[in-house]
């Protein structure tokens, strides 16, 4: 065994050398996408927890040590140099949600969802009202509270971080709720475990990130449908509560450790599988924020899908979401590697622009800045890559962003695929388990070479499909930039579906 | 069974169910192997081994002459040696031992010794033999039963790593029988004092030299522990603990009255179903209530005595009706329960005559006993309490009388019957010799001597059951082809069956901890997962390990790994010594080429302290360096890795880690063997490697990487104040920190709504919460801190005598609105209670003393009547001049402006209220503090 490992490293050791050696190097990340660093004022430790762009174009930026700046010209050229930086607000506790609404900005503290204004035009907060308190923390850093933009009924999303990320040891943690503008709140869904961040796609629909540990074999995105449960049960303990505040429907079943979460999903109606899975290195190590691209174009190609950050890899990883049986599943695929620190917040604007905003504190990043704030830009020229993965009842459909090969894209030699899941757990983590390997049998591409249909014998309901598309080429003979691609494939859709 | 305990008198069948339950496991008769236990039920594994393994653990060979066998094939298990076992054994535990071994002690590997052809020669053979034992004294410290230390003897039996091979104690201190695979420790308590258990503990391998029992407690005080831990169970101490919950009832009845709708007399707590809590022998009733647990689902039989009338309820449905006037009857009735906890109730009722109630249960290996045994006062306190038993020394006196005629008679029956084959006992420095021997061990036939149905003369009874005799069988028929000695990688296999090193590590796919026990592998950093938990898996670590630090491992044990519970135990040097040596060469390791560097020596080192830091790996932000603590989790401390890891190993593993420890939470330093720094060491990743490895060689020595150290970060308020809301310690989690620039500090509790602490001075260390992730509550930093007592700031009162009140919740507080600053940047705020709206706003003063003014106002559509400030509350309050009021020596307050106020005691401290009264819907209040 021992051989094998050694030659497997040095061999990929030595096939990267001549690659990045040759004369016409094959484009990169850079040339489709470039990070533009902001720099962050002398003596400021900007620990970034959530951005929020209010109508006037000014960026705001809350930080773990419970300050909240405000960024003048973010979207300039160089701005480094141009931006101009105030301080609005200092002393909050770890503010990991910013949204804004009526010339309030509302920051999600540990404890408390608060508004802020400006009352008297000095550039800085006055007036730090509480909106709701409604749930509660005991001291323990574990808790955080991770808040929302508003929705379009006027509410803010928070997930509630388990006590030490296991128990649920203070009123409605592992809980999401919703708050309103006037601080009415409501219980939405239990089952929260550890969440990276929060957002929307573009349908309105809330998504969170919950991070790998008990009861989540690893990293996911999960759909925050009111009434549901995400799966870690200790917070369930504040069902009657939640029920006096309204949460429709009965207390879900305690799952049985050490199941799978499709066998539990059959079992336990309440039981939201997650609809993406992040299989854990590969994709990532700490899942966070999450935002969608709302620019129509002015970002590249990917309108309204989402784009998620991981902490560990200082990464930005890209999802198509589809429904299947009624549930949202779909693939993640790599998009954007190599930002300054530890990826939490991210923020996606009309523009054409993603915020990034970092922090390494605690959670060690690939990323070696201790803090960071970058902004993320198209270039304007389109990389090849997987545009969107659908499952089909035999197999999956590509379409990608580049008209294709034929020949290199219909030759299923061009296909690698592995099927796993994880282990349903109450303790930390789980590796990948119940591996298959299914063939693929045909691989047919569309007329309009922008489509491949392929065939596989045969996908496994509840199991991620793990696929690599290092043989297919673009009709230039390109590569793609990223060939993998992650499918979460909970539910098999039904045939001529 | 149940028709034979029926006609037993009750007072015989309690105390034949207590002797019963101390041996939990009476049904386990052969010999416990754990490797064999576990591995036999594996179609796949090499039986052969298990028949050679079982031939070891049993000792075979001190009777069977194992002539030209290779060594290394059998790894044998010394028997105990017995010089001054008189002084370790209780000597009443000898007799019943000898006379019916595998009934004392379960799953034993010792066998029945033929001790005669009669019973009456047996049992007269057997007290001589004990005679002769007990004679062999030794000395013990002087070491008692002490209650207090059961809970740590619990945890440290938990968590240190007994489990592995046992099984704990249940909440009746009995050993839990179902948990697979343990090593049965039988009733110990007839065997061991205090004393000599926790000296056996301390130091195992004095008397058993081979190992298979490890020493893994740290020293005298833990082994006093957990020995007061295993003989918990001595005597009565399950009478001694309160159990139940009774509520007692006078009156006249024909029949049990409906309790709910009567008010007790009195509550109380009770050890057993047991009519004596009655304040009075007539005319009352009593209602019983308690939790029970059960380790299996199935059925169970519940018998209900009474005079008169009972009713048993298990979870609240009604299993028996003994209802009425009658003398003591006995109705049985058998449900079906889940595992787990059941709520248990019992009424009964007196309304004349004789009054008694027994309480039975019995099913799915609960021999019949008396329910209580097995009940607890709530659902948690089996787990929580850890039961204060009466303490030892409250048994009964020893009856043993030591005769010297019997004893020397013992003495030649020791080696005639065959205990000197396999047990040393030195007289006058020379051990008895062996007087048996059996045929040679390539000569033994299955099914004859030992290994027949009913093992006859001088042939032991191992109490073999089937898979045992075929595994041997299996492996005297491999040896008769005459095979050669392990190789290393066998060698090492057969250590880790034999040690059961398998039951808490895994190598080349064998063993690791079993899912009965996997739960009771426990990290202080749930964090870390199943890395932080488990013992690390063994495949391949002869590659990995230096055979100086694996020796060193193996001899002394070692922590590592601090965040684990579990604890790598001692085996004694001459047991395990020869893995060192085998590992290494069953696990080789492709070299990695020495590496050229261009860079002087100094510069590798500081490249390789460069990579470690914060600004570029940043591998000290889980790993901890030279003991001082890692930013998040605690992984293992960097300087002991170059002691620790071959430096081939190093390269790869830093290269790929997951192909080596699959599921690790290591990151790849160097993805796909890339670099992030091409300025470190020409961005060679060879190198960079290297250079780390070399910088760590110089282990506590090495100079700490850049990031490492928490520096304080002291917030100085300077113009304006500072405001700090976070985890601050005697102001709550949702504390507000207000530090002036005029040196004065407060935290308002915003969930209390209060004024918690004030201070003067600097203001806080922000470091705890800011450096990395943030754990704890962190002190004021400055001087002559006051500390408010716990109790909301305003709080209606029905009379002034009413005791001011406690909170419970935030909502009983009132609820926080708001806090706004003004152009200094102070914050005032704003909170309700009872429909009054609360502006608090508190200003330093400007006196050389330094203080608060602090202003209330208040503002209510409704005032509320009887509303109160409670402007101090203290010990001593005194009056001083110009209407300041001094609080315990402390700190000075004055109310200008307020007209009425009221110093009463209450709670036994003095407090001062102010009574509000609104004007036009307000009301304004000054309090000033100095100190």
Not at chain 2, 715 to 724: G, Q, R, S, T
């Amino acid at each position: 065994m021992k051989t094998i490992f050694t030659l497997t490293i040095f061999s990929i050791c030595v096939l990267l050398a001549p690659i990045s050696m040759a004369a016409d190097p094959l484009p990169t990340e850079e040339d489709y996408y470039k990070i533009v660093k902001f720099e962050i004022p002398k003596d400021v430790v900007l620990e970034a927890g959530a951005i929020e762009l209010t109508t006037d174009n000014k960026l705001f930026v809350s930080s773990r040590r419970g300050e909240i700046w405000s960024i003048e010209n973010p979207f300039a050229k160089d701005p480094a140099k141009d931006a101009k930086w105030t301080r609005f607000a200092h002393g909050l506790h770890e503010v990991l949600g910013l949204a804004s609404k009526d010339g309030w900005i509302y920051a999600t503290q540990r404890g408390e969802l608060t508004k802020l204004k400006d009352s008297n035009g000095d550039g800085k907060a006055d007036i730090f009202q509480t909106v709701s308190d409604a749930w509660e923390i005991n001291g323990d850093y574990h808790e955080y509270a991770f808040g929302s933009k508003f929705d379009k009924d006027g509410n803010i999303w928070i997930v509630l971080c388990l006590t030490g990320s296991f128990n649920s040891n203070s009123k409605y943690r592992g809980w999401c709720v919703r708050v309103n503008a006037d601080g009415t709140f409501t219980p939405t869904c239990s089952g929260i475990r550890s969440p990276g961040g929060i957002g929307f796609n573009s349908l309105g629909d809330c998504f969170y990130t919950d991070n790998q540990g008990p009861w989540n074999g690893t990293c996911s995105l999960k759909h925050l449908l009111p009434g549901s449960f995400q799966g870690h049960p200790d917070g369930n303990k504040w069902f009657d509560l939640a029920k006096e505040a309204k949460l429709a429907g009965p207390k879900p079943e305690t799952p049985k450790s050490g199941s799978r979460m499709m066998v539990e999903a059959q079992r336990i109606p309440q039981l939201m599988p997650p609809a993406i899975y992040f299989p854990y290195k590969k994709m990532g190590q700490s899942a966070s924020g999450i935002d969608f691209d709302k620019s129509e174009g002015k970002f590249g190609p990917f309108q309204n899908q989402l784009f998620v950050a991981d902490q560990t890899n200082s990464t930005i990883m890209r999802v198509h979401l589809e429904k299947v049986h009624g549930r949202y599943q779909g693939a993640c695929f790599p998009f954007k590697k190599g930002f300054g620190s530890g990826n939490v917040p991210v923020m996606a604007t009309k523009n054409g622009h993603l915020f990034v905003g970092g922090t390494n504190r605690g959670w060690g990043s690939h990323g070696n800045k201790p803090f960071a704030l970058e902004r993320l830009d198209w270039t304007g020229k389109i990389p090849f890559e997987i545009h969107e993965m659908h499952a089909k009842n035999d197999g999956f459909e590509f379409t990608f962003t580049h008209p294709i090969d034929p020949k290199t894209a219909s030759d299923i030699a061009s296909y690698k695929i592995s099927t796993y899941c994880y282990i349903y757990q109450s303790a930390y983590g789980s590796p990948e388990v119940d591996f298959t390997y299914p063939k693929i049998t045909s691989a047919v591409v569309a007329p309009d070479n922008k489509s491949v249909r392929i065939v596989v014998d045969k996908p496994v309901a509840g199991h991620i499909h793990d696929l690599t598309l290092a043989g297919v080429r673009s009709k230039d003979g390109l590569p793609l930039l990223h060939p993998e691609a992650y499918y979460t494939l909970n539910y098999i859709p039904e045939a001529g579906k | 069974m149940k028709n034979k305990f029926a006609i037993l008198p009750l007072f015989l069948l309690v105390s034949f169910v207590i002797a019963e339950a101390a041996s939990a496991a009476d049904a386990i008769k052969k010999p416990i192997v754990p490797g064999f236990e576990r591995f036999s039920k594996d179609k796949d594994f090499d039986q052969v081994q298990l028949g050679l393994l079982l031939l070891g653990e049993l000792n075979c060979t001190s009777c069977h002459d194992s002539g030209s066998i290779t060594k290394g094939l059998i790894q044998s298990k010394q028997a105990p040696l017995l010089d001054k076992v008189g002084g370790r054994i209780k000597p009443e535990y000898f007799e019943s031992f000898l006379s019916k071994t595998h009934e004392v002690k379960p799953g034993t590997s010792m066998p029945q010794v033929n001790l005669g052809n009669t019973d009456q020669e047996k049992q007269a053979n057997a007290k001589s033999l004990a005679h002769y034992l007990a004679q062999q004294a030794g000395a013990n410290e002087k070491l008692n039963f002490d209650a207090k230390q059961v809970a740590l003897g619990k945890t440290l039996f938990a968590q240190s790593g007994c489990v592995a091979c046992h099984a704990g104690r249940d909440q009746n201190a009995r050993e839990i029988s179902n948990v697979n695979n343990s090593v049965p420790l039988g009733a110990l308590e007839s065997k061991y004092t205090v004393a000599s258990l926790a000296n056996f503990l301390d130091n195992p391998h004095q008397v058993r030299p081979s190992g298979r029992m490890p020493a893994v407690l740290k020293d005298k005080k833990e082994c006093h522990a957990v020995a007061c831990y295993l003989l918990q169970g001595a005597k009565s101490s399950t009478k001694a603990a309160k159990v139940l919950n009774f509520e007692y009832y006078e009156g006249s009845w024909t029949k049990l009255p409906d309790f709910s709708k009567l008010k007790p007399i009195s509550k109380g707590t009770a050890s057993d179903f047991d009519v004596e809590v009655a304040q009075k022998p007539n005319n009352n009733a009593i209602r019983f209530e308690g939790w029970f647990k059960l380790q299996s689902a199935g059925k169970y039989t519940f018998h209900l005595g009474s005079d008169d009338g009972s009713k048993i309820l298990v979870d609240g449905k009604l299993v028996i009706d003994n209802d009425g006037i009658h003398p003591h009857t006995v109705v049985s009735k058998t449900v079906e329960l889940y595992k787990g906890e059941h709520k248990v109730e019992v009424g009964i009722f007196d309304g004349g005559g004789d009054y008694s109630l027994t309480v039975e249960i019995e099913g799915n290996n609960l021999p019949r006993q008396p329910l209580s045994g097995i009940c607890s006062i709530d659902e948690k306190t089996a787990e929580a309490s850890g039961q204060t038993p009466k303490p030892e020394t409250s048994s009964q006196p020893t009856v043993f009388k030591l005769d010297t005629d019997l004893a020397n008679k013992g003495r030649d029956l020791f080696a005639s019957v065959g205990c000197a084959n396999c047990h040393a006992l030195n007289q006058n420095n020379k051990r008895i010799p062996a007087m048996i021997k059996g045929p040679d061990l390539l000569k033994l036939r299955a099914e004859t001597g030992c290994l027949s149905e009913n093992p006859q003369g001088k042939s032991p009874n191992f109490a073999l059951d089937a898979s045992q005799k075929t595994a041997i069988a299996l492996a005297l028929k491999h040896l008769a082809t005459n095979p050669q000695s392990p190789d290393d990688k066998a060698l090492v296999n057969k250590t880790f069956l034999s040690l059961n090193c398998y039951a808490c590590h895994q190598r080349d796919k064998i063993g690791g901890a079993e899912e009965i026990r996997n739960t009771s592998f426990v990290s202080t950093q749930p964090e870390m997962g199943d890395e932080g938990r488990l013992p690390p898996a063994l495949t391949g670590v002869g590659a990995k390990l230096n055979p100086d630090w694996l020796k060193q491992v193996l001899e002394q044990g070692t922590k590592v790994r601090p965040y684990m519970m579990t604890r790598m135990p001692r085996y004694g040097s001459g047991n395990v010594i020869h893995l060192v040596k085998a590992l290494d060469k069953a696990d080789p390791i492709e070299p990695v080429d020495a590496i050229q560097f261009a860079d002087s020596a100094a510069k590798v080192k500081s490249s390789g302290r460069q990579l470690v830091g914060s600004k570029a790996l940043g591998c000290i932000k889980c790993h901890t360096f030279n003991n001082q603590k890692a930013e998040g989790i605690q992984a293992l401390d960097l300087v002991s890795m170059p002691q620790r890891l071959k430096r081939d190993w190093f390269q790869r593993y830093m290269l790929d880690p997951q192909p080596f420890r699959p599921g690790t939470r290591m990151p790849a330093p160097w993805p796909m063997g890339k670099t992030f720094f091409d300025d470190i060491l020409e961005g060679n990743t060879k190198k960079q490697i290297e250079g780390i490895y070399v910088y760590l060689s110089a282990g506590t020595k090495a100079s700490p990487p850049e990031g490492l150290s928490r520096e304080s970060i002291v917030l100085v308020p300077d113009k304006e104040p500072i405001i700090y809301r976070n985890f601050i310690e005697g102001a709550g989690a949702r504390a507000i920190g207000v530090g002036y620039p005029e040196k004065v500090n407060m935290a308002f509790d915003a969930n209390s709504l209060r004024i918690a602490l004030i201070w003067q001075g600097a203001f806080i260390d922000a470091a705890r919460h800011w450096r990395d992730r943030g754990v704890g509550y962190q002190p004021p930093l400055g001087d002559n801190i006051v500390t408010f007592p716990a109790g909301p700031t305003f709080a209606t009162l029905s009379s002034e005598k009413e005791n001011w009140p406690t909170i419970t919740n935030k909502e009983q507080a009132g609820s926080f609105l708001s806090y706004k600053t003004d152009d200094s940047g102070r914050p005032s705020f704003q909170y309700k209670y009872a429909d009054v709206m609360i502006n608090d706003f508190s200003v330093p003063t400007k006196n050389k003393e330094g203080g608060f003014s602090r202003t209330l106002t208040l503002e209510s559509k409704s005032p509320p009547s009887q509303l109160f400030l409670r402007a101090a509350v203290g010990t001593k309050i005194e009056e001083q001049k110009d209407n300041w009021f001094l609080v315990d020596g402390e700190y000075k307050f004055r109310l200008p402006g307020v007209k009425k106020s009221i110093l009463r005691e209450s709670n036994g401290k003095k407090e001062i209220l102010v009574p509000i009264t609104f004007e036009n819907g307000t009301c304004k209040i000054v309090q000033e503090y100095s100190w």
